[in-house]
């Protein structure tokens, strides 16, 4: 099993970044997608996630109305638009994928910062 993010990296405040997640090794869309960000000396919270077949979707109050989840089942890809870009959302991001098994990738970082 794996998962992959990419797209992370440093951007001002007000800007957009989109990351993904490449998940290899089991059935992806039986999973239920998630995105977590864990920020320096905090303990690792969700972000949004996304069911199976990709029709519902979760966030977290601090990030609605600015960040997007979707997926692409075709291929094995979740992702996580974010707009409006705050420092605060400066964070770890990390791909999770849960079902049978609870899969974790190693994260990107995302840095927001003028």
């Known amino acids: 099993v794996q998962l992959v993010e990419s797209g992370g990296g440093l951007v001002q405040p007000g800007g957009s970044l989109r990351l993904s997640c490449a998940a290899s090794?089991?059935?992806?869309?039986?999973?239920?997608m998630s995105w977590y960000r864990q920020a320096p000396g905090k303990e690792r919270e969700l972000a949004a996630n996304i069911g199976g077949a990709g029709r519902s979707t979760n966030y977290a109050d601090s990030v609605k109305g600015r960040f997007t989840i979707s997926r692409d089942n075709a291929k094995n890809t979740v992702y996580l638009q974010m707009n409006s870009l705050k420092p605060e959302d400066t964070a770890v991001y990390y791909c999770?994928?849960?079902?049978?098994?609870?899969?974790w990738g190693r994260g990107t970082q995302v840095t927001v910062s003028s």
């Open positions: 090794g089991f059935t992806f869309s039986s999973y239920i």
């Open positions: 999770n994928a849960k079902a049978r098994g609870d899969y």
